[in-house]
């Protein structure tokens, strides 16, 4: 399993960015995948996720603003981030559970400037 992230990058407050999560070495449409994100000095914590057959999950903190989905057939995972605040400044990980094994992609850093 490989989780390869990007799409991160420096944007004002108010600003969009995607990201994108290549995923390989399994059936990305199978498992409940999702994105995490850590800030500086703070743990990790969730931020979104999806799998089959149920609503997405969004931490309270991005509800309404940040939307998860997959493209099955490109294997790739995304997450579309609107409104972004300076607080959600954060290296970004995506995150697949496979057989009841955690994998995690390399982070990618966002940064929101006020």
């Known amino acids: 399993v490989q989780l390869q992230a990007s799409g991160g990058g420096l944007v004002q407050s108010g600003g969009s960015l995607r990201l994108s999560c290549a995923a390989s070495?399994?059936?990305?449409?199978?498992?409940?995948v999702g994105w995490f994100r850590q800030a500086p000095g703070k743990e990790r914590e969730f931020v979104a996720s999806?799998?089959?057959?149920?609503?997405?999950r969004y931490a309270d903190s991005v509800q309404g603003r940040f939307t998860i989905s997959r493209d099955n057939a490109k294997s790739t995972l995304y997450l579309q981030m609107n409104s972004l605040k300076p607080e959600d400044t954060a290296v970004y990980y995506c995150?697949?559970?496979?057989?009841?094994?955690?994998?995690w992609g390399q982070g990618d850093q966002v940064t929101v400037s006020s």
């Open positions: 995150k697949a559970n496979v057989q009841s094994e955690n994998y």
């Open positions: 999806i799998r089959s057959g149920r609503d997405p």
């Open positions: 070495g399994f059936t990305l449409g199978y498992y409940d």
